[in-house]
């Protein structure tokens, strides 16, 4: 694309002069094009997604609560289908957040699990199953996704050492759930215990340096 300074017109096709009065064009400087895609387009269609799911969750859930108050079941179907949707509001809120890294993300979405299994059961009667089999499971459902992410990041690996900690601690929280009786089977939970606790020490042992040097930065010491 050029321009005729003569008459003042621009030629957009390939052509090198004017075809009026056949002076040589002058090329115009085309605008300079944004490497990087805009994606601020995407994000505010994933955003509106969101909303729209969420606005359409508290509806159904509503209807829920209408349709239990009047049926009069024994058991309180709006309790479960609330937790449940409550959970749901969390997962879409918190895991679309760019802010949010991906350990938090995983921290926040295990522990409202758990949160969900402990308000289902009370809702379901107490009987007791999320603390003798969600809570173990929940532990070695985490110790798997940490080895996965450990071993695709394996240049940060020491970065998901909080979080087996943690993992840690809710492992010994079953076994004293044992101990004090109120759970029965001990299988689960020495299970859970055995698993996190030979995962965390082996990253100790060969991590040596990096392991020692992520906990003291993450405990101040």
């Known amino acids: 694309m050029g321009r005729c300074k003569r008459c003042q017109l621009t030629v957009r096709n390939q052509t090198s002069v004017c ?3 056949n002076t040589v064009l002058t090329k115009e ?10 994606i601020r387009k995407k994000t505010k269609v994933v955003k509106r997604l969101i909303s729209i799911m969420i ?3 508290i509806v159904a859930e509503i209807v829920f609560c209408v349709v239990n108050y009047y049926t009069l079941q024994k058991m309180n179907l709006s309790w479960i289908t609330g ?9 879409l809120l918190y895991s679309f957040n760019k802010r949010n890294s ?5 921290f926040v979405q295990w522990t409202g699990a758990l949160l969900l299994m402990l308000l289902l059961d009370i809702a379901t009667g107490s009987t007791g199953w ?11 459902g985490l110790d798997l996704v940490l080895v996965v992410l450990m071993l695709a990041d394996f240049n940060n690996w020491q970065s998901y050492l909080l979080v ?8 010994l929280v079953t076994l004293v759930l044992y101990w004090t009786g ?7 939970p020495w299970i859970s215990f055995g698993v996190t606790a030979i995962i965390f020490s082996f990253c100790l042992l060969v991590g040596n340096r990096k392991a020692k040097n992520e906990l003291r930065r993450r405990f101040y010491v």
């Open 55 to 57: 606005y359409f969750l």
């Open 102 to 106: 991906h350990i938090r993300k995983i």
């Open 182 to 188: 109120i759970t029965k089977n001990p299988v689960l």
């Open 83 to 91: 937790v449940s949707v409550g959970y749901i509001v969390l997962t």
């Open 130 to 140: 999320s603390l003798a089999l969600g809570l173990p499971c929940a532990v070695l």
């Open 19 to 21: 075809p009026l009065c």
């Open 164 to 171: 087996q900690l943690v993992s840690l601690v809710i492992s």
């Open 29 to 38: 400087d085309s605008p300079e094009e944004n490497g990087y895609p805009d």
